[in-house]
């Protein structure tokens, strides 16, 4: 594929997507237990089937198929042969329209329609300039950026990652999560998980005090607030009998 953008030449190559066992011809003997295979991948790849409504989804969908195609020891003309049954409508039916020979020419037609360079630079762009909503929390937010950074694979390195979640954090939980981060947090050691949980806790700490803040005042005026103090007589009578 001809691409624009150098940063996205790995993950729009087809070479990317290219099997271990790049055999394109089946063995007549092979056909009767291809079946088979499919059975056993396809509960690997359960909630992985490609079905176009996230289209930049077939980018971790291709790099789960060929994962767990070379685990299980396919040749690329095998993979082809039972590639139909990892797919959900309506891709399906598109893909049976077309004259996919080979894996190679199976992966760039999923490429070209279903990730052209233009949806991925709009991808990027979207992601760097993501934030979190007023009505979300921290660890919603986390995920829907681990979400949306999934569908460009290996593309964002997990240090820009980090980097974007911290900075779409709203304050004042991220005054306090930048203040608080040390250099450790930023190696590749570190999964964004643990940043997502730490934030998490500077977050209920804020609602807390934020609570706090909120019911404070109520419980000074409880507390104010005049007593009235009723007169008495000295035979404890009612002091009010003479007037009713």
């Not at 909630?47 to 980018?59: A, E, I, K, N, R």
């Not at 630079?121 to 979400?147: C, I, K, Y």
């Not at 803040?213 to 109520?218: D, E, G, K, L, N």
């Amino acid at each position: 594929l001809e691409v624009r953008n150098k940063r996205f030449t790995s993950l729009l190559s087809v070479d990317t997507y290219r099997l271990r066992d790049r055999t394109t011809a089946i063995h007549p003997d092979q056909v009767s237990s291809l079946s088979s295979t499919a059975a056993v991948i396809r509960p690997r790849l359960e909630g992985s089937f490609f079905s176009g409504s996230t289209p930049l989804g077939v980018l971790p969908f291709l790099t789960q198929v060929v994962r767990v195609a070379n685990q299980s020891h396919l040749s690329e003309a095998a993979l082809l042969w039972i590639f139909e049954d990892f797919l959900r409508s309506p891709v399906k039916e598109a893909f049976r329209l077309q004259p996919n020979e080979f894996w190679p020419s199976a992966v760039h037609w999923l490429l070209t329609s279903y990730a052209p360079e233009t949806a991925i630079e709009e991808a990027v762009r979207n992601l760097q300039m993501t934030a979190q909503r007023p009505t979300e929390s921290v660890r919603d937010f986390g995920l829907r950026v681990q979400q949306e950074a999934s569908l460009l694979g290996s593309l964002i390195p997990l240090s820009e990652l980090k980097s974007l979640f911290s900075q779409g954090i709203q304050d004042p939980v991220r005054s306090n999560f930048v203040a608080g981060q040390t250099a450790a947090e930023l190696s590749d050691n570190v999964p964004l998980t643990v940043l997502i949980g730490r934030a998490e806790l500077l977050e209920r700490g804020s609602n807390a005090t934020v609570g706090d803040a909120r019911t404070s005042p109520m419980l000074h005026r409880r507390i104010s607030r005049p007593v009235i103090s009723v007169p008495t007589t000295d035979n404890d009578e009612n002091p009010f009998d003479d007037e009713m």
